[in-house]
């Protein structure tokens, strides 16, 4: 009930307020000839910087490229001419594709991990089971 209330309110299709801020974060990345991707951090999540790492360099290359002409518009405090906003297209994803294949690999790899844990831990408990069977058979006391 909540995770599908919850898509209801995010989805801009259904919801008018979504639609709304959809079209505002949309003219704000216009100004600035971003996209919406460019806005993650590699910095804070270690996801982000290897599906960076991954992505061709071209692609990389362009995202620094726009990156660095936001910044230089924010100081000189302007905006990208009109003509260049209206060719700019802020939603059109490269990074989300990249990310989900990282989630499937964590996924994978931590499932993986958890059966070479259970593994080693069966291991030692033969190996304790071994040790008190040895321990029982040499008594300390006659």
Same mark, same amino acid.
């Given at each position: 009930?909540?995770?599908?209330? $919850?898509?209801?309110?995010?989805?801009?299709?259904?919801?008018? /307020? +979504?639609?709304?801020?959809?079209?505002?974060?949309? +003219?704000?990345?216009?100004?600035?000839?971003?996209?919406?991707?460019?806005?993650?951090?590699? $910095?804070?999540? #270690?996801?982000?910087?290897? +599906? /960076?790492?991954? #992505?061709?360099?071209?692609? =990389?290359?362009?995202?620094?490229?726009?990156?660095?002409?936001?910044?230089?518009?924010?100081?000189?405090?302007?905006?990208?001419?009109?003509?260049?906003?209206?060719?700019? !297209?802020?939603?059109?994803?490269?990074?989300?594709? $990249? /990310? +989900? /294949?990282?989630? =499937?690999?964590?996924?994978?790899?931590?499932?993986?991990?958890? !059966?070479? @844990?259970?593994?080693?831990?069966?291991? @030692? !408990?033969?190996?304790?089971?071994?040790?008190?069977?040895?321990?029982?058979?040499? !008594?300390?006391?006659?």
């Amino acid at each position: 009930m909540a995770s599908s209330l $919850m898509r209801w309110m995010l989805n801009p299709n259904k919801n008018w /307020l +979504a639609a709304q801020h959809k079209k505002a974060l949309s +003219a704000r990345l216009r100004k600035y000839g971003l996209r919406y991707d460019d806005l993650y951090d590699p $910095m804070y999540d #270690l996801d982000i910087n290897e +599906a /960076l790492n991954r #992505l061709p360099r071209e692609i =990389v290359d362009a995202r620094n490229q726009r990156l660095k002409r936001a910044m230089d518009l924010s100081l000189k405090h302007t905006y990208l001419p009109e003509d260049l906003q209206a060719k700019q !297209t802020p939603f059109r994803s490269y990074l989300q594709e $990249m /990310l +989900a /294949l990282i989630g =499937v690999y964590n996924d994978l790899y931590y499932a993986m991990k958890e !059966t070479q @844990i259970g593994k080693q831990d069966t291991q @030692i !408990t033969k190996e304790n089971r071994e040790q008190e069977t040895q321990i029982g058979k040499h !008594t300390l006391y006659p």
